[in-house]
């Protein structure tokens, strides 16, 4: 896939895939997240995730509480240092 080729075409196309994802959110969240998944699956077998990476260059991670807990357990570490360390990247913490 010719990633520049791509990002031209998105780029013109930025308008259509703006009311494309706001129609999304007005979809049952669990069947968006399905189909999301196995568009994902089909893209990702044709590029190369570490030649791209824009999606880690444009999109921060949302961690939830629990996953701020998990992560602090794993590392042996306290809930207040797992905070501390999210808060600390470009990572937004949300409210459940």
């Known amino acids: 896939m010719d990633l520049e080729k791509f990002n031209q075409l998105a780029k013109k196309r930025s ?3 703006k009311k494309f ?3 999304l ?3 049952d969240g669990r069947k968006v997240d399905d189909a ?15 030649t791209c990476a824009n999606c880690c260059k444009t999109t921060s991670p949302i961690f939830y509480p629990t996953d701020i807990e998990r ?6 570490a306290s809930i207040a240092t ?3 360390l999210a808060g600390s990247t470009h990572i937004r913490i949300e409210k459940k």
Do not use: W, Y
Request: charged share 35%.
């Open 36 to 50: 999301f998944h196995a568009t994902h699956d089909a893209v990702f077998e044709e590029v190369d995730c570490l």
């Open 21 to 23: 994802l706001q129609r």
């Open 71 to 76: 992560v602090s357990k794993s590392l042996a």
């Open 15 to 17: 308008p259509e895939n």
């Open 25 to 27: 959110k007005m979809k």
């Open 82 to 84: 797992g905070r501390r």
